[in-house]
């Protein structure tokens, strides 16, 4: 970001925050291209972001695609069964490596010059090494670009930025809550079948509120939670729910309760014991 866009992406901060001091959030928040540049660069490259579950790549050379702010990335298993992240993007020209968006393959091979990478990310195979570079190319100074990984209870979580914190210093105490999702019965949780895409055309910070705890919307937007029963009856029984957030961490979660659906907290309550 050039000096002048950064200074403006300041002002634009300063104007958001006052907006939040008095009580309001301002709408720019939601639609200023300086401040979305400036979050590309400050905010998703630092942050732990989820990526997929291990039950997505199980075997051996299984790979899915998927992003981190505007950086598409493979994540894939090598022949020794380790889980890597990598940009999708060839060293040599900056390619898209990878077209699909999931499946099995041993190596990547760029469609525009025909360098081939392991699906670890090592270069292995430049055509024309002798012509084009007098041999003297060095392989192994130009693999793929590496994202930081880690996985938590079978959640693969990637990082752009090698200094930020671990994995599980930046997750803290919303553990907690990821655990109560992820440790019910013996296999935990897996993905079956390729996932649900939904595209919505709006900023980040609009799903990302929408899912941390605006049940505000439930009763108008997922009416049909209610007529089948996946909900309370009415609005005001709705009201039994919780917004859980981690201070200075940004983290944050929707729970609700319904007395009638299991997987949405109606489970039997045990009786007092004497």
Known sequence: MTAPAQDEAESSIRKIRQGIAEGRFPARA?????LFDLEQERLFPRAWCFLAHTSEIPSPGDYVTRYIGNN????????????????????HRGNVMCK???GNASHFRCSYHGWTYKNSGE???VPYMKEG????????????VGVRV?????LVFGCLDPEAPALDDYLGDFRFYLDFFLKQGVAGAEVHGPPDHWIADTDWKICAENFAGDGYHTP???QFGFNLGYFPSSGSTHSQGWAASIPGRGHGIGLGHSPSFPAFGGFPRASPTT
């Open 100 to 102: 699909s968006e999931m």
């Open 123 to 125: 270069l292995i195979g």
């Open 150 to 154: 880690d996985t938590y209870q079978g």
């Open 220 to 222: 108008v937007a997922h």
């Open 133 to 144: 570079y007098e041999g003297r190319l060095k392989r192994k100074d130009w693999s793929l």
């Open 72 to 91: 598409n990335i493979i994540v894939a298993r090598d022949e020794h069964g380790q889980i890597h992240a990598n940009l999708n993007m060839c060293r």
């Open 30 to 34: 939601f639609n200023d291209q300086q």
